[in-house]
């Protein structure tokens, strides 16, 4: 049963582009995300993540933004995490962008199947300051990944709606994701994604092909011993 069950979130994913309504009024670009992440352990169930990212559009000629994130995370029970997250935009001739994120992420192993569930809900909340006038969104992603034979690399596919609140209630953008992770080291590892980034029901809807490369460094050692009570 959850053979079936993990083919039919396949399925899922790679037709649920021809669910959505196409507009022939769209922007293409190639945007490359360059990501730089810092693990640090807190204890055994504390962690802190600091994120720096540096994007570049117009296919890939021109510096759109920078970002830093600050996030921690706290395990839970039953395969569940909840995090929160801070993320900063530093775009030139602009005024600096704030968004807080909260996260529930829930993973999990499919029995009888390599495949490895991992999905999260995220409140993404953009804060009106600075004279910028941010979208809020409720996001949900699904991700569906499994282990090569050595177990260093995985691979997986992803999709993740953008749920637009403030009145306008309905799904704005829609990710969908190639990817793979390389664990060089216990410490260290590398990542790339391949993200179809489309928008729908603007006048003129964005298609953004975005290519990501990300670096990951965890530091091993928990900073505060086992558990904080």
């Known amino acids: 049963m959850n053979l079936i069950k993990s083919g039919w979130i396949i399925l899922i994913i790679l037709t649920s582009s021809h669910t959505f309504a196409q507009s022939t009024d769209k922007i293409v670009d190639n945007i490359n995300w360059q990501v730089f992440k810092f693990s640090f352990l807190l204890n055994d169930q504390w962690s802190f993540d600091l994120t720096p990212i540096h994007r570049f559009n117009k296919n890939f000629t021109n510096h759109l933004n920078s970002s830093i994130d600050f996030t921690l995370k706290r395990k839970l029970n039953n395969g569940f995490q909840g995090a929160l997250i801070s993320r900063?935009?530093?775009?030139?001739?602009?005024?600096?962008?704030?968004?807080?994120?909260?996260?529930?992420?829930?993973?999990?192993?499919?029995?009888?199947?390599?495949?490895?569930?991992?999905?999260?809900?995220?409140?993404?909340w953009g804060l009106n300051i600075n004279e910028n006038d941010e979208r809020d969104f409720i996001r949900y992603i699904a991700v569906l990944s499994f282990p090569l034979k050595n177990k260093k690399w995985r691979p997986n596919i992803a999709i993740e709606p953008w749920f637009r609140l403030n009145g306008i209630n309905y799904i704005e953008r829609v990710r969908y994701e190639l990817g793979i992770a390389y664990r060089a080291t216990e410490s260290f590892g590398i990542q790339?994604?391949?993200?179809?980034?489309?928008?729908?029901?603007?006048?003129?809807?964005?298609?953004?092909?975005?290519?990501?490369?990300?670096?990951q460094y965890k530091f091993l050692n928990p900073l505060f011993g086992k558990t904080i009570k």
């Open 88 to 124: 900063t935009f530093f775009t030139p001739s602009r005024r600096p962008r704030q968004f807080v994120w909260f996260d529930l992420a829930h993973k999990h192993a499919l029995t009888e199947t390599p495949f490895t569930l991992t999905q999260r809900v995220r409140y993404h």
């Open 192 to 215: 790339a994604k391949y993200w179809r980034e489309a928008w729908y029901g603007l006048d003129i809807n964005p298609l953004n092909h975005i290519w990501v490369i990300g670096l």
